[in-house]
């Protein structure tokens, strides 16, 4: 299995147009069609991305955020199939880091999972995107 790659940071913010607003000032190329409640921010430096997205949007695919403990960043890191999200997810779980979001097929197209580091910080594992099994409208990720 190939190592993770960092692929993004996501805010979680209480207004996405105002963050928005606020990235867009500060010189990021925020898109103009950004939407009211996830906004991604393409870096020019590399395949990392900022993502914007309100505690609505957080909540249907972090049950942390439904539960009222979610954190307001979570890194975000790709790994090369769905098979490595859940392989990663069990390894990490079973040497005793909290596991925050199990493994579930999510709306967007990917697998994904959430578990935490040591001090809490959430690290969400991606596989890539299959356009096939993108859904809409999203459903809730399943509780832990």
């Known amino acids: ?18 963050s928005a607003a606020f990235y867009r000032e500060l010189g990021l190329a925020v898109p103009d069609d950004a939407g ?4 991604e921010i393409p870096q020019p430096a ?18 942390s955020w439904r539960a009222g403990q979610g954190t307001n960043v979570i890194l975000g890191m790709g790994l090369e199939s769905r ?4 392989e990663l997810y069990g390894r990490l ?11 579930f097929d999510a709306f967007w197209g990917g697998r994904y999972a959430i578990v935490a580091d040591p001090d809490g910080n959430q ?3 991606m596989s890539p995107i299959d356009e096939a099994r993108r ?3 999203p459903e809730a990720s399943p509780d832990p």
């Open 123 to 125: 690290v969400g594992l």
């Open 1 to 18: 299995m190939s190592a993770p790659k960092l692929q993004q940071v996501t805010l979680v913010v209480g207004s996405s147009e105002a």
């Open 135 to 137: 859904s809409w409208p």
């Open 36 to 39: 009211d409640m996830h906004v």
């Open 93 to 103: 779980t079973e040497k005793g880091h909290p596991g925050v979001q199990p493994p």
């Open 46 to 63: 590399g395949p990392v991305s900022l993502e914007l997205d309100t505690a609505d949007s957080a909540g249907l695919w972090n049950a």
């Open 83 to 86: 098979e490595a999200v859940d």
